[in-house]
């Protein structure tokens, strides 16, 4: 009798890999020690569902940004952490697939063409880079990113952006709820007119800031899911929406607060949303006179958040970023076409004598801006790609928000909160320097592009 294609070759294949695998799994549990051993099981595992289902890796890796503490050494000083592996295997895992299947690594979308002009700019600035394998590190990562883009639009649905939402939502109130169990007791004080912090809290990430962008974009997609999801999730949302509130608190991030400001004002041009605010305002109200207590004023938290959003306005005589801000367009105007190459501010802000008071005088690692260190490490032409995505986001979420109804339409609105929150904090602070955050954002975006493309029956979930 003929053999079935394969024949006998396909399960001795099978057979000598998992022998491998079984050899090489108890190498390392004896060399290295058995945790090691279940980060590279977790890594085969990720990578075989990248392989097999790219978007449920996606949503894999929202659910690791908790995990953001941990780092992966991969040569040098540069690592990588869950989620940020999880999401850079979901977009070389799709890019695999198409090119199986005969399909060019990309889709036709409204972002598509920015972001990779943006890719093409950062590869030619490899020349002016002083540390091109800093460089191609970066744009490995971005390349991962824009294929991330193009998997979403390719393959997810409005049940889809439902599911990313809401998982986005609970790691919000997961690291919310991480940050003020590692911030307890940890003393907070305001130092020059509110500038400058003390105990900051950081929780999964490396600075508070990072911190305060990740939740502003959590409590957007929380607020989404608490108003117009379905019955079963809100109160999870809900729980989610306050511990990432206390968490982004602890913070002290005046960019992060302002974003989250921004994130809740988009949020009240949708209307259930606004019914809800109103109401949640009246019964607190009514409480505060019931109790007769001034909560609010004997808050030592909310005091030094209020302190803290006012210094805003002596930003120009004692924050750092001022002097910052007006040094960078020389940077920019003598690498004007393609800059000085990507991730390489820090050398460029020392040659120009650009460092900051607030940590030992050590050169700027970024613009503080989004559109200043995008300008400054990618030229003008960068800066045009740049502004040219954001044009097109603009368009895809107004677009998503009218077409939409019922649970999709709180799904867009969500998305465009979180969206304006990065766009806000991104005048200030250069937080998509994270690859994590800059992956998420990528991530909500071409959700949106999904959102925009649906029919007004189309139904949405969860």
């Known amino acids: 009798m003929a053999l079935e294609r394969g024949g006998w070759m396909q399960p001795l294949a099978f057979a000598a890999a998992a022998a491998a695998l079984t050899a090489a799994g108890m ?34 890796a929202i659910t690791l940004i908790p995990l953001e503490i941990f780092s992966l050494a991969v040569g040098g000083d540069a690592g990588i952490s869950p989620a940020e592996g999880a999401f850079a295997l979901a977009g070389f895992g799709w890019v695999a697939r198409r090119i199986m299947a005969g399909l060019p690594p990309y889709v036709d979308s409204p972002l598509t063409k920015p972001l990779a002009l943006l890719l093409v700019i950062a590869v ?7 540390a091109a394998g800093e460089t191609l590190r970066i744009i490995v990562m971005w390349a991962a990113a824009f294929f991330v883009v193009q998997l979403v639009v390719d393959e997810a649905k409005p049940s889809t952006v439902g599911w990313i939402l809401l998982l986005l939502a609970i790691t919000g109130g997961v690291v919310g709820v991480y940050t003020g169990v590692t911030s307890g007791g940890q003393e907070q004080e305001l130092v020059g007119m509110g500038a400058e912090a ?7 990430f490396s600075h508070p800031n990072l911190l305060a962008v990740f939740l502003a974009t959590a409590l957007a997609a929380a607020g989404a899911v608490m108003v117009g999801g379905r019955t079963q999730f809100r109160p999870i949302a809900a729980a989610a929406f306050l511990a990432a509130l206390t968490g982004l608190a602890l913070t002290l991030s005046r960019g992060g607060l302002l974003a989250a400001g921004a994130a809740v004002a988009v949020m009240l041009m949708w209307r259930p949303f606004r019914r809800m605010a109103l109401v949640a305002v009246a019964v607190g109200a009514i409480a505060l006179l019931i109790s007769g207590a001034d909560v609010l004023g004997s808050s030592q938290s909310v005091d030094l958040v209020t302190k803290r959003l006012e210094s805003v306005q002596y930003a120009s005589q004692a924050d750092p970023r001022s002097e910052l801000w007006r040094g960078t367009p020389e940077i920019i105007g003598d690498h004007p076409f393609v800059g000085v190459g990507a991730g390489q501010f820090s050398k460029a802000s020392a040659a120009y004598g650009l460092r900051d008071p607030f940590s030992e005088y050590q050169p700027f690692e970024h613009a503080h801006s989004i559109p200043l260190t995008v300008a400054a490490e990618l030229g003008l032409l960068g800066l045009v790609a740049f502004l040219w995505f954001v044009v097109q986001l603009g368009i895809v979420l107004v677009r998503a928000c009218r077409r939409t109804y019922g649970w999709a339409r709180a799904y867009a609105f969500g998305l465009a909160a979180a969206l304006v929150a990065i766009a806000v904090q991104g005048l200030v602070d250069y937080t998509v320097r994270s690859n994590v955050v800059a992956m998420l954002v990528l991530t909500l975006a071409a959700a949106a592009v999904v959102l925009s493309r649906v029919s007004p029956e189309q139904p949405a979930g969860p």
Do not use: F, K, Q
């Not at 290295?32 to 990248?50: C, F, N, S």
């Not at 030619?124 to 002083?130: D, K, T």
């Open 27 to 60: 190498l390392i549990a004896y060399s290295a020690g058995p945790l090691l051993l279940l980060v590279a099981l977790g890594g085969v595992g990720i990578t075989a569902l990248a392989l097999a289902n790219p978007l449920a890796a996606v949503l894999v």
């Open 124 to 130: 030619v600035g490899l020349g002016a880079s002083e």
């Open 198 to 204: 003390t105990g900051r809290a950081a929780g999964s």
